[in-house]
Nanobody
Framework: QVQLVESGGGLVQAGGSLRLSCAAS????????MGWFRQAPGQEREFVAA????????YYADSVKGRFTISRDNAKATVYLQMNSLKPEDTAVYYC???????????????????WGQGTQVTVSS
């Protein structure tokens, strides 16, 4: 049974930082491309960042480029999202997702991902 468990969310002031983690189990982690998505109240879920199986390739939404960094530790079966210079518009539930993928996959389409976590709330106050 595949499980993705996010953690690290919380309340932070604008300009602050948070680091999200997503621990995976029940799958061969190094065979999966990983992504972070977010969903704000009343909004559709949107892509944030993705990382390839090896971690050598990454891809970011324009809205977070230069502020967020995605990384992974295959030995720990964990993917991270370091979020700096947070803005109130970053407030959302953040989800990690996994896709069984070829080596350099860094997809941004929700429908392409196979497994999803339950999400962690990030709230940025102004």
């Amino acid at each position: 049974q595949v499980q993705l468990v996010e953690s690290g969310g919380g309340l932070v002031q604008a300009g602050g930082s948070l680091r999200l983690s997503c621990a995976a189990s029940g799958l061969t982690f190094s065979s999966y491309g990983m992504g972070w998505f977010r969903q704000a109240p009343g909004q559709e879920r949107e892509f944030v960042a993705a990382i390839s199986r090896s971690g050598l390739s990454t891809y970011y939404a324009d809205s977070v480029k230069g502020r967020f960094t995605i990384s992974r530790d295959n030995a720990k079966a964990t993917v991270y999202l370091q979020m700096n210079s947070l803005k109130p518009e970053d407030t959302a539930v953040y989800y990690c997702a996994a896709k069984l993928a070829f080596t350099f996959y860094t997809g941004s389409k929700i429908t392409e991902y196979d497994y999803w976590g339950q999400g962690t709330q990030v709230t940025v106050s102004s």
